[in-house]
């Protein structure tokens, strides 16, 4: 910690302690869930519970009371003076944790508890255990966070409601982008995480700890079936987990009269951005500028480059998400400090929103371990919402800072296309996909198509066009959109 003496301790945010819950067997609620890794956690930091001023929840698909934040802080008999929940999105662990860290730095607040937890194995089973009646009377917590939808009329006409249907589209981007067809994409991408694959076989909370081949990842079969295009089911974050986390943020001062100094891990810097807030409105669905700016944003707050940072977790609920964000930041895919600490959200799981607090605690554990610094990244909705942390052992120069973001999401919202909702004309397809049923065959094809005066739509392919369709990236084809829907044939 050389250098932590010439800064206030008591304005210095830690990482103080984090605990992780991965249930494979039992039935469990999320709020039980949650209670054990939020009790590990306290119980690794003794005496700082009585400091906690705020409990944060993450997002919770599985069902929960209307308080979660309040009931879970009635269960570890805390005291906080603010208890609430995130609105959706993979990037809120990491944007109320810098929350958190800007408080503390600010001297607002001395301890805060984040905690997640989905139970989407036990729901699946219908063995979900009963809700505790006083819980479900409790008023409802504060949410923060951008609580606008995701998607809006252009996508939801054109059928696109599904995160890897919507994914897939940008990573029809990328193939193009690269000259490969889908097959070969697939292939690539069997490549690019079977790495991630290796990482979660030595990750024991992994809910898949087992190395795959790149061919086991890209080889369509019964167990690992065409999902939407390119994408099989082993390329898809895993939701149907119990998994949860929570960490502990507090002061070094805090820590050190704990006795807990030793195990600090320092805040740096975090940023946030949105990229283009509906996806049919992106002019590159395959690029993500809001990524380049949070994560320039906050190197710069921390004085580093990415050649500093010693280790890496990308969020990873799909492919193209990993790849855009590497491209943000200018990192190869097979960078030898490996891209993910946990596995990555197909294999280590991808619990809800919550992914991203366990890439925290996973990293915390790696810097107590090995020193140096650690960068992580959320994101919510559709690669639309983005966080992005730094971590690391020794403390910062200058204290922990907020990077800035005002100018590049300025020019980022400035970006946007405008889009058509009653769409009549010839168009360019900018990005595609196939949607496959459970039998392979064609469902759906939607695209994001750009009119020849600029506007964009989305729309779907017209059902006696599906079967020619199949496998086939249209980005750069020629195509004819019309009402109501809309929906699309191809040109000529």
């Known amino acids: 910690m050389t250098g932590a003496g010439r800064l206030d301790a008591e304005r210095l945010p830690v990482l103080v302690s984090g605990a992780q819950s991965t249930e494979r067997d039992q039935p469990v609620s999320a709020m039980d869930l949650m209670t054990r890794a939020a009790e590990q956690c306290l119980a690794e930091a003794p005496g700082l519970a009585g400091d906690v001023d705020r409990v944060t929840v993450v997002n919770v698909m599985s069902p929960v009371p209307a308080a979660p934040a ?6 570890l008999k805390l005291s906080p003076a603010r208890a609430e929940v995130t609105t959706i999105g993979g990037n809120s662990p990491q944007l109320v944790v810098s929350r958190a860290a800007a408080d503390i730095a600010a001297g607002r607040l001395r301890c805060v508890l984040v905690a997640g937890a989905e139970t989407q194995r036990t729901v699946k089973s219908s063995a979900s255990p009963e809700p505790d009646p006083d819980e479900a009377r409790l008023p409802a917590d504060p949410v923060v966070g ?5 998607l809006g009329r252009v996508e939801l006409d054109a059928g696109l409601i599904l995160p890897a249907h919507v994914y897939a589209l940008f990573e029809s981007v990328l193939a193009h982008r690269a000259g490969r067809d889908f097959a070969e994409q697939r292939l690539f991408l069997g490549r690019v995480l079977a790495p991630f694959t290796e990482v979660a076989a030595g990750n024991p909370l992994a809910w898949f700890p087992e190395r795959r081949t790149p061919e086991e990842l890209a080889e369509l079969s019964p167990d690992n079936r065409l ?6 089911k082993r390329m898809c974050a895993v939701l149907g987990v119990d998994q949860a986390a929570a960490v502990l943020v507090t002061s070094l001062a805090a820590a050190r009269r704990a006795g807990l100094s030793e195990q600090a891990v320092f805040c740096l810097s975090g940023a946030e951005a949105n990229d283009v807030w509906f996806p049919s409105a992106r002019r590159d669905p395959g690029a993500s500028p809001a990524m380049a700016a949070a994560a320039g944003a906050a190197l710069e707050a921390a004085g580093l480059g990415t050649d500093d940072i010693g280790a890496f977790d990308l969020y990873s609920c799909f492919p193209c998400a990993l790849q855009m964000a590497a491209q943000a930041m200018g990192l190869a895919l097979d960078d030898a400090r490996h ?8 294999y280590f799981g991808g619990p809800g929103n919550n992914y991203t607090l366990h890439a925290i605690a996973t990293m915390a554990d790696r810097l107590r371990r090995c020193g140096g610094t650690g960068l992580v990244t959320g ?11 730094l971590y690391g052992t020794d403390p910062p120069a ?8 005002s100018a590049a999401q300025a020019a980022i919202d400035a970006s946007a296309a405008e889009l058509v909702t009653e769409p009549l004309g010839p168009a360019t397809v900018i990005a595609s996909t196939v949607v496959a049923g459970r039998d392979g065959a064609p469902q759906a094809a939607p695209v994001v198509a750009r009119l020849d ?7 779907a392919a017209q059902e006696d066009e599906l079967a020619g369709l199949a496998g086939r990236n249209l980005v750069g084809q020629r195509v004819f959109v019309s009402g109501p829907g ?6 000529g």
């Open 70 to 75: 309040s009931a879970l802080a009635r269960r």
């Open 146 to 150: 951008d609580e606008r939808p995701g």
């Open 227 to 232: 999902v939407a295009e390119p994408y099989p």
């Open 339 to 346: 891209l993910t600490v946990t596995g990555g959200l197909p």
């Open 379 to 389: 994101l919510g909705w559709y690669a639309t919402k983005h966080a992005v942390g």
């Open 398 to 405: 200058g204290g922990w800072r907020a990077g800035d973001t």
């Open 453 to 459: 005066d600029g506007r964009q739509v989305a729309a």
């Open 486 to 491: 809309p929906r699309f044939r191809m040109a």
